[in-house]
């Protein structure tokens, strides 16, 4: 690629996605292994969507911020995974410039969207253990629809201002990108233009929808755990803790990986680190969630089964 002039510098740009492994034998087995990730986590997610809508006993609003979850999971894996596994499978691993951002734009919004309603989730938890009394009261639908709605509505204006920022920079020399797909800290490498403005806005940003919702949740969840040793039977201290321990898992692996990409100092981060954590919050989180969620929840084991049994019956 050579220097254009501003006004021609978005025309006929493309990158090259690295991937994850430049050896076809590795990039086989990686074809396999992401299918199946992606496989699973579609049928989880979208299963418990299912559930959840389908079964009257679960429209409350934890199972509805469940749903909005799985959804968000949905499409941050669906955003990338399909792509590279047709990278891997026609053997080219182009993008062009305008799917490339288009790429990075649903991989922010997703992503915003994601980290925002967990911590709505533990808000909700903290309400359901702290005020159970009033918790019918506080978590009224009105509130709940602000508060799962309001986190797309953020996302979308966060993750524009993020593209309209990246259309100003010119690319120019190396479009190789170590990753498997178009994240926003290895494209600012790959600039050759002042990108200050870009990092100073990817602090910004990383603090109002990492850190911000982070704190929250902790405070949250040292809140809670104060409410629950004050229970005094051992069984309800039991019952409570349980009805954490999904949440906790979920949000240990988001913002263990997310916290480590864009917080931590780019002395430390090495492109293998960097795709090593976007496969932890881009598939394996997504995948797991729907495992996290059902396997210690009786009511949603309980419709996932009359889901399949009514797919059976209808079937046969």
Not at 228 to 244: D, E, H, L, N, Q
Not at 251 to 259: D, E, M, N, Q, R
Request: aromatic fraction near 10%.
């Amino acid at each position: 690629m050579i220097p254009m002039e501003p006004r021609n510098r978005t025309s006929a740009l493309e990158f090259i996605l690295l991937g994850l492994s430049e050896t076809p034998e590795q990039e086989t087995l990686l074809f396999s292994l992401f299918l199946c990730m992606y496989v699973v986590m579609a049928m989880g997610n979208l299963s418990i969507i299912l559930a959840i809508s389908s079964d009257s006993h679960l429209h409350t609003p934890m199972y509805f911020f469940l749903a909005n979850l799985s959804l968000v999971d949905f499409g941050l894996a669906t955003n990338t995974v399909p792509k590279m596994l047709v990278n891997i499978q026609i053997r080219s691993k182009s993008i062009s410039y305008a799917c490339c951002l288009t790429q990075m734009y649903f991989f922010h919004f997703f992503g915003i969207v994601d980290s925002v309603l967990i911590a709505m989730m533990a808000y909700d938890r903290f309400v359901a253990i702290c005020h159970p009394l009033h918790y019918t009261t506080i978590m009224s639908p009105r509130l709940c629809g602000l508060l799962a709605g309001s986190p797309w509505v953020f996302s979308y204006f966060i993750s524009l201002t993020h593209i309209l920022l990246m259309a100003r920079l010119v690319f120019c020399g190396n479009n190789e990108l170590p990753h498997y797909f178009c994240d926003l800290t290895p494209l600012l490498r790959l600039s050759c233009t002042d990108t200050s403005v870009n990092k100073i806005f990817v602090l910004i940003v990383a603090g109002l929808v990492i850190a911000t919702p982070f704190i929250c949740i902790l405070a949250s969840y040292a809140r809670i755990i104060v409410a629950i040793m004050k229970v005094p039977s051992a069984g309800g201290r039991k019952k409570a803790f349980s009805t954490c321990s999904s949440h906790l898992s979920v949000v240990a692996l988001l913002y263990g990986t997310t916290i480590g990409v864009y917080l931590c100092p780019s002395s430390v981060r090495t492109a293998v680190k960097e795709k090593a954590s976007a496969v932890m919050y881009t598939t394996v989180t997504p995948m797991l969630n729907p495992f996290i969620y059902s396997l210690r929840n009786r009511d949603l084991k309980g419709a996932l089964r009359k889901l399949v049994n009514r797919k059976i019956t209808s079937s046969s």
